[in-house]
């Protein structure tokens, strides 16, 4: 039986049609993202996941969107990372 694979959540806020993407850092408790793509037709989540899943150093499927898919704010799940090598990663990006 393989071991359970390790996951955690995150809080993001998400402004979309920036001039660029990039991961801003830490807001509050929420890791704030700007992407160039526009929040329609699920443009924006999919960057969103592809923005953090290359600074986090793993591939865009690892990251997905759970709630929050037509909001600002949202719940990213990531799968292979616990909480502690997320803030790690994501720490010294920004």
Do not use: F, Y
Not at 30 to 42: C, I, N, R, S, Y
Not at 71 to 89: C, F, S, T, Y
């Amino acid at each position: 039986m393989a071991p359970p694979e390790r996951s955690t959540l995150i809080a993001v806020k998400v402004v979309p049609g920036a001039s660029r993407s990039r991961i801003m850092g830490w807001l509050g408790t929420d890791l704030k993202v700007q992407v160039a793509a526009a929040p329609e037709k699920g443009r924006a989540n999919e960057a969103v996941c592809r923005i953090v899943a290359e600074a986090l150093g793993l591939k865009p499927q690892a990251v997905s969107v759970v709630a929050g898919h037509a909001q600002p704010r949202k719940k990213l799940a990531i799968r292979g990372l616990d909480q502690n090598q997320v803030q790690e990663r994501l720490a010294v990006v920004g």
